[in-house]
């Protein structure tokens, strides 16, 4: 590593003096509530469906504005496929600290445009709601006032932190990833500004790996009144494989495999000739993840005559406790912090 300081390495007289500095911006954040809500508002009411590039593409734009008006230098990275990246820089960083720090997150919504008809943006509760509130626009308006924050106190960042925002992660981050990678390789650590985990807000420091297969059966068409026994029935040879799927979970190992997306046949009265299903894996090792990957890439036919493709893979690692032991750490002292302020 060339002499690379680790983000987690340091006494913890260190990390608790940097703590400190950080909490000094609450008192700040809290009068500024209302301006956080407004911000929101103007943002969720820009609905950003992954697939509708136009709406993502205005969504980031508004962002881009907020975050170059609190003295961001803004780039926006144009994407033919999806919505447009935005990255920001903010602060230089000190001579002595290598490496940058980026907070990562996204621009686009599971909700498709129209959605805000009958989910408005409201506040009840003392909770916000709309499209994209919670996952994740919230989390960009919260790194958009930490920014402000920053700037309004004084408070000089050690490291050069960069922001990026995709478009396309809600649909698996595949216009996007190059980019992600490349900023994460030029980073100490990458924070994630994703919802926190129960009402309580606990940080996340580990999360699950996550594949996408597809399985596609060919099998062989027939008339099913009348001579059903010169047919291969596609539907049940994915009936098959999908018990067989069911077999590899294991809920105490972290490891989920579900046929989510099934379709097939052409008529009633005819023996299906083609099934096709998607499949959501999820594993919260590294290595299961690999043995997932043979297991599901291995799979045979069952029925004679059938045949079978098996595409895709395994396309997200997890991220294991272990390479974020120093935050889960750091997170109590950070919430005992904060209560005293």
């Known amino acids: 590593m060339g002499g690379r300081r680790k983000i987690g390495a340091g006494s913890r007289s260190e990390k608790m003096a940097a703590l400190r500095e950080g909490l000094k ?5 809290v009068r500024r509530e209302p301006e956080m809500l407004r911000v929101l508002r103007s ?16 969504c980031g734009l508004l962002v881009a504005g907020e975050f170059r008006r609190r003295g961001g230098r803004v780039r926006i990275l144009r994407n033919a496929a999806r919505g447009n990246l935005v990255r920001i820089e903010i602060g230089a960083g000190r001579a002595r600290e290598s490496g940058q720090l980026l907070v990562l997150g996204h621009l686009d919504t599971v909700y498709p445009s129209g959605t805000l008809r009958r989910m408005p943006f409201r506040v009840a509760r003392g909770r916000a709601w709309g499209p994209g509130t919670f996952d994740m626009k919230g989390g960009i308006v919260l790194a958009l006032f930490a920014v ?21 992660e809600e649909i698996g981050s595949a216009a996007s990833r190059a980019t992600i990678e490349k900023e994460a390789r030029r980073s100490q650590a990458v924070l994630v500004l994703e919802p926190a985990l129960g009402l309580d807000g606990r940080a996340k420091t580990q999360r699950k790996g996550i594949g996408e297969i597809e399985i596609l ?13 010169r047919g291969v029935n596609a539907a ?24 989510n997306v099934i379709s097939g046949g052409t008529a009633t009265n005819v023996v299906p000739e083609f ?24 799979l045979r036919p069952i029925l004679k005559g059938a045949r079978i493709e098996v595409r895709g893979g ?28």
Request: aromatic letters at 4%; a positive charge.
């Open 236 to 259: 049940h040879e994915l009936a098959l494989q999908i018990a067989r799927l069911m077999k590899m979970n294991d809920p105490r190992r972290g490891i989920t495999v579900q046929a």
């Open 314 to 341: 395994l396309n997200r690692p997890p991220l294991e406790r272990r390479g974020s032991a120093w935050l889960a750490a750091l997170t109590p002292d950070c919430k005992k912090q904060s209560e005293g302020l």
């Open 43 to 58: 943002i969720v009411e820009i609905e950003s469906f992954s697939t509708d590039k136009s709406a993502v593409d205005r």
């Open 25 to 29: 911006t609450l008192p700040y954040l």
């Open 275 to 298: 099934a096709r299903a998607q499949v959501d894996v999820r594993f919260a090792r590294a290595r299961d993840g690999r043995g997932l990957q043979r297991r599901l890439l291995g």
């Open 148 to 168: 402000e924050a920053l700037r309004a106190l004084g408070i000089s960042p050690r490291r050069k932190i960069v922001f990026l925002w995709t478009g396309d």
């Open 217 to 229: 059966v060919h099998g062989r068409a027939a008339h099913a009144g009348v001579d059903p026994e």
